[in-house]
């Protein structure tokens, strides 16, 4: 029981890591085993009382248990004293309930509270990761560990602090009683320990890669259904609804497969238990009844002594039990521990700096999503934006234009070079005070559940009605948001389902405008706007946001033509910066990008 | 960006469909199953497959009960002989032994039919699960799209994570220990009617007793239950959707209010499942020491005579204690059990719902020179050939997603094989919604849609949908190689072919500098990958399905210009002899279309080709100069 055991346990690392979770709850934490130790006493006092009524009142036995409480002439009147016996007991009854009913509310809320701060914990630190750490877990094994894994460490915190104190005071109370009666003959007991021993260890070096196994190919079932119902129309377009169900069927098998191996180990434990209490009941009988026979034990003894040992034994298992479950949980500890230990990519830092102009410098500036300089996503950008100027970004796909301004809000960190904003390293500013300076309108934006006015208002929680109403309108979205007959206060979905593509953009950048950003980034944020609403939208941006720093990223030339100038990239490298006009001239790519969109139209009109 | 535009208004409308589902009606009538038997009856059904280990580990849990209460029984003779006076000391060892023996038979076999049940309920629960998850995922893959249109993705994956999960909690415990425990509840009861009638009585009282306490209990147990699984889900939703919003969360420096809005769930989550977790855990206090009142209930009864005292009683009151052990456990399973039923129920209202029917009797086959052809059965047997030729003709379609408002009003229109027909218009004219009709995703209201002069509804699905080659807006690609998911396309499309696809999309030279070409592992949706990269592949996809009709719904929409143009090549060459419909934003992609139909209001407002419709100066031409007014 040294070492081994106690990594199986699970002292380590691991459960000492979530333990501080249990803050604010310590009380009824501790106060659990307490009551359960109360309610053990009853539980070995009552059948003690059981025993003397039987004895002493209806057998009228001479000697029984707990005779020397009562007084003898009450022991003398029958019927009084199996009154008295009755009502001690009912008392005692009551008592234990109450015991046992305040236990179970505080166990109750010493776990619930638990796993709310784990929860809580877990939340937090996820909401701290940056990127890169998002991206090492991915999204729904995240919320499998926030979700199902606190679940399991839960329920073993419950039972561990119901049992984990309650059993073993059960087992040295029993087997006191015990060695008071027979010392050499409860010795039995002692053996069948390592006997219980050495099956946990085996179970904790066998069952834990399995149940790893287990829950890797539940996750891999869940993600495939997750794929399948996001993808339903390629599926249904190219019917291929037959593969789908044979894709599944392979992954339900798997995992039928891994369930039965894994629990197969655990369907041991019982009949073990019940072999190792079973033989020790055996021993002790075929011993005792010798000794019975001998003249040196009395029946009673006997049945009491096995009463005992099986309560011993019961202990043993239900602590067994726990280990068992230990073992399990211990594979939902480590994930969740896991990302508790995952230290976040962009460190926070205090600095009181804030952010002055939205003047941008980008100096030798290399990035690489890999961190490492053979793959190299950007190379060597040098760029100098002044405070004010509107700069269109226009590149192939993959050439790193997304990439490119996602280091100013410190989406991702830059590998070599230097990035300053308002004259200053980006690295000397809080990331709050960063990114409070940067709004960034996203390829992939995202509204969620609640009212358009919530939503907007994450860029500024306190923005009045008239503030929304003015970013709407520069956004070109009031005039649909009125039409609702909600209008602000119209409900959206998860992910924003009930409005139209073009309608999300545009109150997407109404929510980046309420921040009345230094810097604001459109990442190719108008491709589902037309293009006259588009149109509108710059206009607005030039006349009422003029000395905000404005970035914008698109595909349609039409979109940037008349930024103050253009950057074309190619290859993650700046291939050239110019206006319009002088890009027109001197930039292929750019030509090339320019005449395939505009030159019918230009004969044509 | 990632539902395309009409569903926006779709989703709206339809939910007031789904209110109206039997499903969702399920969902909402919290966690206490409607028809439990009938349920449980159905669930049973499941054990069909694996009906002899099934039988064997009823068997083996009725044999673990016998011998157990048989070896208790044991005691009783056992402790008698020890008892006995005018006997030897020889033939009391001798006799005591041989009970001895008995015993560790009987306690042997109890250890041998606990591991079997064990082994073979485990097996049985695995395989049940299995089979269920089966048809569980058959029958959705075959719902109508507008099922997957009309839920949100968290609560169709929870029929597979908490329904099943608390399936799986009834079927590996609560079911053996419900046998385990009604087996010897049968026993002890029939020990009881055995030893005294009268006093059995006295038990039927505590059982009464029992079982309305139980159901007081359970009452409010399963209400809180209730209300923790509504807390469950609204913590899960919140995660999943703030971590798919996570640059927003970031961009708008928002981790704060976040964690706010989730401690606020995630409080509402604590209070309830310490409620339901309190009711949960006070069953057995109260269960245990019922059993003690009742104990001396039953002396005390016994000492003032009511009932006959002596050795009778003193057995009596063994079972008493046994009895309200077994009861305490069943009660203990009995909320696992309604939850799990409700979970049960929800998959099974799931499984009831009406599949997408497929009631089409017109099929390819190929005629005897190879073509690829229509059978068309005629009235009174027979049928014709009729060739594949891609000619879609709308007629009067008009549609209505809920049947109220008409998304498309008096289509009429004609794309003639090997034709480009576009369609552009502002966001929610209907454009997406002519697409959906004609691969039948959803059925029009009135009108009619033929192919080839088939009405479409004719057609049986399978094969109306392999003619056609969608590209949509949203890429979706699936965990596998690059190379598989081309494939996807057509099943038995050969590596060369699939790379010849990937060549026409233009999408081989990007595949070939992958780390590990078209070997290389897609994850997570492709996430890998540039969006313009994942477009591609789908192309590549589309291209290798060969298709007669070709509908590119946005399909360029993410790859810039240049890409856009190095692919138009190739979708030359693709488009060639196959019907083409384009949705498009973009005009400068649909300028070559053969027809361009202007969509505004869910109407055709102007229809011709790009030069007829500019000299026209209607709409189409505002939109088309509309954009070049900037410079």
Not at chain 1, 386 to 398: A, D, Q
Not at chain 2, 233 to 247: D, H, P, T
Not at chain 2, 504 to 514: D, M, P, Q, V
Not at chain 2, 524 to 537: E, K, M, V, Y
Request: glycine share 6%; with cysteine.
């Amino acid at each position: 029981m040294n070492k081994k055991t106690d990594a199986m346990i699970g002292r380590g690392r691991g459960f000492g890591a979530i333990l501080p979770c249990a803050r604010g709850y310590v009380f009824p934490t501790v106060i659990t085993p307490v009551l359960m130790i109360f309610e053990v006493a009853m539980e070995v006092f009552i059948p003690l009382l059981m025993a003397a009524i039987v004895d002493g009142g209806l057998y009228r036995k001479p000697d029984f248990q707990l005779k020397a409480l009562f007084p003898p002439e009450l022991i003398a009147d029958n019927t009084r004293f199996i009154l008295t016996l009755g009502g001690l007991m009912i008392v005692s009854a009551l008592l234990s309930l109450a015991f046992g009913m305040l236990a179970a509310r505080t166990a109750a809320v010493a776990a619930m509270g638990f796993s709310k701060n784990l929860r809580h914990t877990l939340f937090q630190k996820i909401q701290s990761f940056s990127f890169k750490n998002t991206d090492k877990f991915s999204t729904p094994s995240l919320v499998m560990r926030a979700t199902a894994d606190v679940n399991n460490i839960q329920n073993l915190y419950m039972q561990a602090i119901r049992t984990f104190v309650r059993a073993p005071v059960m087992m040295v109370l029993a087997a006191i009683m015990a060695f008071r009666i027979d010392s050499r003959l409860s010795l039995i007991f002692v053996l069948c320990l390592p006997v219980l021993v050495l099956v946990l260890i085996v179970f904790a070096i066998f069952g834990r890669p399995r149940f790893r196994i287990f829950l890797k190919k539940y996750d891999d079932l869940n993600a495939s259904v997750q794929e399948d119902l996001t993808a339903i129309r390629v599926v249904k377009s190219y019917v291929r609804e037959k593969y789908e169900k044979l894709r599944f069927n392979a992954s339900a098998d798997d995992l039928k497969k891994a369930h039965i191996r894994a629990e197969k180990l655990f369907a041991l434990t019982n009949p073990l238990q019940l072999a190792v209490m079973w033989t020790c009941s055996g021993i002790l009988l075929l011993l005792g009844g010798d000794s019975v026979l001998g003249g040196t034990l009395n029946t009673g003894e006997l049945v009491s002594l096995l009463t005992y040992t099986n309560q011993v034994i019961g202990s043993l298992a239900m602590v067994a039990a726990i280990i068992v479950v230990l073992t399990m949980t211990r594979e939902s500890v480590s994930r969740i521990t896991e990302v508790l230990a995952e230290v976040p990519d962009i460190p926070e830092n205090d600095s009181e700096l804030k952010v002055e102009s939205g003047e941008i410098e980008f100096k030798n500036v290399c990035f690489s999503y890999t961190a490492s300089e053979d793959n190299l996503t950007l190379r060597n950008i040098d760029l100098h934006i002044r405070s004010g100027e509107t700069i269109g970004i226009i590149g192939g796909t993959g050439e790193g234009k997304s990439t490119l301004v996602q280091l100013i809000p410190r989406f991702y960190d830059i590998l070599s070079g230097e990035l300053r904003i308002g004259g200053r390293d980006i690295k000397d500013y809080s990331l709050y005070e960063l990114r409070e300076s940067v709004s960034m309108v996203l390829q992939k934006n995202m509204l969620f559940s609640g009212t358009i006015k919530e939503n907007l208002r994450w860029g500024d929680p306190n923005a009045s009605d008239e503030e929304i109403e003015r970013a709407c309108r520069l956004a070109c979205a009031h005039d649909f948001v009125s039409a609702f007959p909600d209008g602000y206060d119209t409900e959206l979905g998860q992910g924003g389902v009930n409005v139209s593509g073009g309608q999300k953009q545009r109150l997407c950048i109404a929510r980046a405008l309420l921040k009345k950003p230094k810097i604001l980034i459109l990442d190719d944020s108008t491709s589902a706007v037309d293009s006259r609403t588009d149109e509108s939208i710059r206009k607005a941006f030039r006349e009422f946001i003029p000395s905000t720093t404005k970035l914008i990223i698109a595909q349609r030339i039409s979109s940037i033509m008349d930024a103050d100038r253009i950057i074309v990239m190619e290859e993650g490298r700046i291939s050239d910066v110019g206006t319009h006009g002088e890009l027109m001239e001197r930039s292929e790519i750019y030509r090339e990008v320019y005449t395939s969109q505009h030159k019918e139209v230009r004969e044509n009109a | 960006m990632r539902k395309t535009e009409a569903k926006g208004e779709r989703v709206q409308r339809n939910i007031k469909k789904i209110r109206k589902s039997p499903l969702h009606k399920g969902k909402n009538a919290a966690n206490r199953p409607a028809s439990p038997i009938r349920t449980l009856a159905r669930l049973f059904k499941y054990y069909g497959s694996c009906r002899a280990p099934f039988i064997a580990a009823v068997i083996a849990i009725i044999l673990y009960s016998a011998s157990t209460i048989a070896a208790s029984y044991m005691m009783r003779p056992l402790v008698a002989v020890l008892e006995e006076a005018n006997i030897t000391r020889e033939a009391a060892h001798a006799k005591y032994l041989a009970l001895l023996i008995g015993m560790a038979g009987l306690y042997a076999l109890g250890v041998i039919t606990n591991y079997i049940l064990n082994v073979l309920m485990l097996k049985c629960a695995a395989t049940v699960l299995c089979d269920l998850r089966k048809d569980m995922f058959d029958h959705m893959q075959d719902l109508p799209i507008g099922y997957f249109d009309t839920h949100t993705h968290g609560e169709l994956m929870s029929y597979y994570t908490n329904d099943t999960d608390a399936l799986r909690e009834l079927m590996h415990h609560s079911i053996t220990q419900l046998i385990i425990s009604v087996t010897s509840l049968i026993g002890v009861v029939a020990m009881m009617l055995v030893l005294s009638v009268k006093l059995f009585l006295i038990v039927a009282v505590m059982g009464v007793i029992v079982f309305l306490t139980v159901k007081y209990i359970g009452r409010r147990s399963s209400r809180n239950f209730a209300r923790q699984q509504k807390a469950v889900a609204s913590v899960n939703g919140y995660i999943e959707e703030l971590m798919e919003g996570q640059r927003v969360v970031k961009a708008f420096n928002h981790e704060e209010a976040a964690v706010r809005g989730f401690d606020e769930r995630n409080g509402e989550l604590c209070t309830a499942a310490t409620r339901a977790s309190t009711y949960a855990n006070i069953v057995g206090p109260i269960m245990n020491n019922l059993s003690h009142i009742f104990y001396s209930i039953t002396t005390t009864l016994g000492v003032v005579g009511l009932v006959s005292a002596g050795s009778v009683l003193i057995a009596f009151l063994q079972y008493i204690r046994q009895f309200a052990d077994r009861m305490s456990q069943i009660s203990e399973q009995f909320n696992f059990v309604l939850l799990a039923l409700a979970g049960a129920e929800r998959i099974f209202a799931l499984m009831d719902l009406p599949a997408d029917v497929d009631e089409g009797d017109v099929v390819i086959e190929k005629n005897a020179n190879g073509e690829e052809c229509w059978r068309v059965p005629r009235e009174g047997g027979g049928f014709d050939m009729i060739p594949v030729k891609g000619m879609i003709e709308l007629h009067n379609v008009t549609f209505s997603y809920d049947g109220k408002v008409d998304v498309l009003k008096d289509i009429s229109l004609y794309a003639k094989t090997a034709q480009k027909i576009a369609f552009v218009g502002s966001t929610g004219a209907g454009k997406t919604t002519i697409t959906n009709l004609i691969n039948r995703f959803y059925d029009i209201s009135s009108g009619e849609i033929t192919y080839d002069g088939i009405d479409i509804r004719r057609i049986k699905k399978a094969d109306l949908r392999g003619t056609l080659g969608i590209v949509l807006q949203d890429t979706h690609l699936f965990t596998g190689t690059v190379m598989e998911n081309i494939r996807y396309g057509r099943a038995d499309a050969t590596d060369e072919e699939c790379i010849e696809a990937a060549k026409i999309a233009n999408a081989h030279y990007f595949i070939s500098h992958l780390p590990e070409g078209y070997n290389t592992m897609l994850i997570s949706d492709g996430a890998n990958l540039s969006q313009g990269q994942r477009q591609l592949i789908s192309i590549a996809r589309a291209a290798v399905s060969n298709p007669v009709v070709l509908i590119l719904d946005e399909a360029t929409s993410s790859i810039d210009t240049r890409t856009e143009l190095l692919i138009e090549r190739g979708m030359d060459s693709l488009m060639q002899n196959r019907t083409v419909l384009v949705i498009a934003h973009r005009l400068s992609t649909v300028r070559n279309a053969d027809a361009i139909m202007v969509l505004e209001h869910g109407r055709i407002i102007e229809r011709g080709d790009h030069d007829e419709l500019l000299k026209k100066k209607g709409r189409y031409y505002e939109l088309y100069t509309g954009m070049f007014e900037m410079s």
